[in-house]
Nanobody, 118 residues
Framework: QVQLVESGGGLVQPGESLRLSCAAS????????MGWYRQAPGKERELVAA???????NYADSVKGRFTISRDNVKNTVDLLMNSLKPEDTAVYYC????????????WGQGTQVTVSS
């Protein structure tokens, strides 16, 4: 069992930046990937970005070049730096740990709201 706690969401204007952070209560060696997902109203939850303990990454096409994922393997934290935010980035963002860059696990944080609006 692992607890994931997200922080850093908020309301920003288009073009601005936000940094999300997620802290895991412990490292699960069977899940060496940490990632961010998001869910907008009326839509399915989707992968935003994921990163392995070795630094390999996977990004959704919609965020490539704007978002950067990073992690601290000692502190068991993962950050998501979001630049050039767009209204379509508005969603609840969730942290996840997983065994693959392309899959999720049942371990989710409580989510943090990101709203991009003028």
């Amino acid at each position: 069992q692992v607890q994931l706690v997200e922080s850093g969401g908020g309301l920003v204007q288009p073009g601005e930046s936000l940094r999300l952070s997620c802290a895991a209560s412990k490292r699960l060696f069977s899940f060496n990937v940490m990632g961010w997902y998001r869910q907008a109203p009326g839509k399915e939850r989707e992968l935003v970005a994921a990163i392995t303990s070795g630094g390999a990454t996977n990004y959704a096409d919609s965020v490539k070049g704007r978002f950067t994922i990073s992690r601290d393997n000692v502190k068991n934290t993962v950050d998501l730096l979001m630049n050039s935010l767009k209204p379509e980035d508005t969603a609840v963002y969730y942290c996840n740990v997983a065994a693959s860059l392309y899959d999720s696990s049942p371990y989710w944080g409580q989510g943090t709201q990101v709203t991009v609006s003028s």
